[in-house]
């Protein structure tokens, strides 16, 4: 760390307040910091705030198992440590710089040498600094449930879990379609209540009952079968939901014994596709109450959803390693994953990677355990990687109301996000991505399209998604920065397409 005079040259970034901070910065003391060179540690005392004239730093804090979380990026042009200057707490958050970076520091010293000599700036600034701290105070009120606030943001969040039991509508009873499906769905619950008693009674005499266990296999598929029959049976009817809801309640019981299938419907998270969701489908050993838990979750790991996520994660390891690859040897590519979850595919992609000392990757996810996870249990074998994991609301990110000094981007991709956004979202998730991609940077988006088995997971365990087409991608597109430069890739099961998108 070195001093430099009051009167170097100083480029101020951004509209609107030149003026004022080019008067009030030769009061400050400015000084230059190297890349991973300390700031501020929770145990500085807060005696300073600091300007960020040129650079950037990086705010992490390290938790409970000493996992390092970034919570932000600081670029130019902002102020930092400023409610800690004037409440006088000390410290929670580390901050080191993210690069050479230049920083003017405001002491008490300075602040008192500014009201002594120019008392009309030193109201205007301190007005200014005002508006700063309550902005920031704005963004953290918004965030004191950040994962229950990031699941209400996504577009599907009115597909919770059903509500209490109601009585059925006379009419609908006496319809000659809800016998139909009323009689089928009393055959499925008696076989399965017979078989689940056949399969603890073999489990607690320690036998292996193959026939119960394969005609439970059947009649899961029979049921999964009958769905689409049951919904165009009821197309129309206007009890739709209704039924749905009915289907759901006989089969609550037997279904609810998987781990997969509590795991989705109750949502956790406050949404299904939570990081513990993906390590189970990729770990794809079957978990559950009893013998009938295992086969139901068995079922439930051999959806096609299912096959689709370990598909996308051989994908998205081949195509982080194409492309990092036409980059050629000893050039930084610089990686973004949102809505990140486990990270499994970054670090399958790693592990065949063998220029990893090129890779800079920055891991987003809403949820602090999802990157605690990360480190603890996924980034465990050597490498040569830079690897950042950063909490943030991806959806705030999207629509701008969350900045950070993202260095230009290489590739940005997202697994499982989009499936939750509608077109709004999406396209704004789109235009944020192109603005931090470096020309011929890739964008890479996967989204759920249509397929027959998609009833089992949007109205029996309600893990609902926005489903699209190839057509319905090349659309959303279109009218984004992007326009055409797009194609669609998919996995082996073809349920999950991705959208690769190059910057011109």
Same mark, same amino acid.
């Given at each position: 760390?070195?001093?430099?005079?009051?009167?170097?040259?100083?480029?101020?970034?951004?509209?609107?307040?030149?003026?004022?901070?080019?008067?009030?910065?030769?009061?400050?003391?400015?000084?230059?910091?190297?890349?991973?060179?300390?700031?501020?540690?929770?145990?500085?005392?807060?005696?300073?705030?600091?300007?960020?004239?040129?650079?950037?730093?990086?705010?992490?804090?390290?938790?409970?198992?000493?996992?390092?979380?970034?919570?932000?990026?600081?670029?130019?042009?902002?102020?930092?440590?400023?409610?800690?200057?004037?409440?006088?707490?000390?410290?929670?958050?580390?901050?080191?710089?993210?690069?050479?970076?230049?920083?003017?520091?405001?002491?008490?010293?300075?602040?008192?040498?500014?009201?002594?000599?120019?008392?009309?700036?030193?109201?205007?600034?301190?007005?200014?600094?005002?508006?700063?701290?309550?902005?920031?105070?704005?963004?953290?009120?918004?965030?004191?449930?950040?994962?229950?606030?990031?699941?209400?943001?996504?577009?599907?969040?009115?597909?919770?879990?059903?509500?209490?039991?109601?009585?059925?509508?006379?009419?609908? %009873?006496?319809?000659?379609?809800?016998?139909? $499906?009323?009689? =089928?769905?009393?055959?499925?619950?008696?076989? #399965?209540?017979? /078989? *689940?008693?056949?399969?603890?009674?073999?489990?607690?005499?320690?036998?292996?009952?193959?026939?119960?266990?394969?005609?439970?296999?059947?009649?899961?598929?029979?049921?999964?079968?009958?769905?689409?029959?049951?919904?165009?049976?009821?197309?129309?009817?206007?009890?739709?939901?209704?039924?749905?809801?009915?289907?759901?309640?006989?089969?609550?019981?037997?279904?609810?014994?998987?781990?997969?299938?509590?795991?989705?419907?109750?949502?956790?998270?406050?949404?299904?596709?939570?990081?513990?969701?993906?390590?189970?489908?990729?770990?794809?050993?079957?978990?559950?109450?009893?013998?009938?838990?295992?086969?139901?979750?068995?079922?439930? %790991?051999?959806?096609?959803?299912?096959?689709? $996520?370990?598909? =996308?994660?051989?994908?998205?390891?081949?195509? #982080?390693?194409? /492309? *990092?690859?036409?980059?050629?040897?000893?050039?930084?590519?610089?990686?973004?994953?949102?809505?990140?979850?486990?990270?499994?595919?970054?670090?399958?992609?790693?592990?065949?990677?063998?220029?990893?000392?090129?890779?800079?990757?920055?891991?987003?996810?809403?949820?602090?355990?999802?990157?605690?996870?990360?480190?603890?249990?996924?980034?465990?074998?050597?490498?040569?990687?830079?690897?950042?994991?950063?909490?943030?609301?991806?959806?705030?990110?999207?629509?701008?109301?969350?900045?950070?000094?993202?260095?230009?981007?290489?590739?940005?991709?997202?697994?499982?996000?989009?499936?939750?956004?509608?077109?709004?979202?999406?396209?704004? %998730?789109?235009?944020?991505?192109?603005?931090?991609?470096?020309?011929?940077?890739?964008?890479?988006?996967?989204?759920?399209?249509?397929?027959?088995?998609?009833?089992?997971?949007?109205?029996?365990?309600?893990?609902?998604?926005?489903?699209?087409?190839?057509?319905?991608?090349?659309?959303?597109?279109?009218?984004?920065?992007?326009?055409?430069?797009?194609?669609?890739?998919?996995?082996?099961?073809?349920?999950?397409?991705?959208?690769?998108?190059?910057?011109?």
């Amino acid at each position: 760390m070195s001093l430099s005079p009051s009167s170097a040259p100083i480029n101020l970034p951004g509209p609107g307040n030149e003026a004022l901070l080019e008067r009030v910065l030769p009061f400050a003391t400015i000084r230059s910091f190297q890349t991973d060179e300390s700031v501020l540690t929770p145990e500085s005392t807060a005696e300073s705030f600091y300007y960020l004239i040129n650079g950037a730093v990086e705010v992490s804090y390290n938790d409970r198992s000493d996992t390092k979380i970034t919570v932000a990026l600081i670029g130019a042009g902002d102020f930092f440590g400023e409610i800690g200057f004037f409440d006088g707490e000390s410290r929670v958050r580390n901050i080191q710089a993210a690069g050479d970076t230049h920083i003017a520091i405001f002491n008490t010293e300075v602040m008192t040498t500014l009201r002594a000599d120019q008392p009309e700036l030193y109201i205007d600034f301190l007005l200014y600094l005002t508006q700063n701290i309550c902005g920031k105070f704005r963004r953290i009120a918004g965030e004191r449930e950040p994962i229950t606030g990031y699941a209400q943001s996504l577009s599907t969040r009115h597909a919770s879990r059903y509500t209490e039991a109601k009585p059925l509508p006379a009419p609908l %009873l006496r319809s000659s379609q809800w016998h139909s $499906i009323g009689s =089928r769905m009393e055959a499925f619950k008696s076989e #399965l209540f017979n /078989l *689940s008693h056949k399969l603890q009674k073999a489990e607690a005499e320690g036998k292996k009952d193959d026939a119960s266990e394969n005609r439970c296999h059947d009649v899961l598929a029979e049921l999964n079968s009958s769905l689409p029959l049951f919904q165009q049976t009821m197309a129309g009817s206007g009890y739709e939901e209704v039924m749905w809801g009915y289907v759901f309640k006989e089969i609550f019981p037997y279904f609810m014994r998987s781990n997969f299938a509590e795991r989705a419907y109750f949502k956790p998270k406050g949404y299904a596709g939570d990081f513990l969701m993906m390590e189970h489908i990729y770990a794809d050993t079957p978990k559950g109450e009893g013998k009938l838990g295992e086969i139901v979750d068995a079922f439930c %790991l051999q959806r096609p959803g299912s096959l689709a $996520i370990r598909g =996308r994660r051989v994908l998205l390891r081949d195509q #982080l390693l194409q /492309l *990092s690859s036409t980059r050629g040897y000893g050039t930084t590519t610089r990686i973004m994953n949102l809505a990140c979850g486990p990270n499994r595919e970054l670090f399958d992609f790693l592990t065949v990677c063998d220029h990893s000392e090129d890779i800079e990757a920055l891991c987003v996810d809403i949820d602090p355990e999802a990157l605690q996870y990360t480190n603890q249990y996924v980034n465990i074998f050597p490498h040569r990687a830079s690897i950042k994991l950063m909490s943030e609301n991806v959806i705030k990110w999207a629509l701008g109301r969350a900045t950070h000094h993202i260095q230009p981007l290489d590739i940005i991709y997202s697994a499982g996000l989009c499936d939750y956004l509608d077109t709004r979202l999406f396209r704004a %998730l789109i235009t944020q991505c192109h603005h931090h991609l470096k020309p011929g940077g890739t964008l890479l988006l996967g989204n759920f399209t249509h397929y027959p088995d998609s009833l089992f997971l949007d109205k029996l365990l309600k893990w609902e998604l926005i489903y699209r087409t190839e057509t319905d991608l090349l659309e959303l597109f279109a009218p984004t920065p992007f326009g055409d430069k797009v194609t669609i890739i998919t996995e082996p099961a073809q349920v999950n397409l991705f959208a690769v998108a190059t910057k011109e």
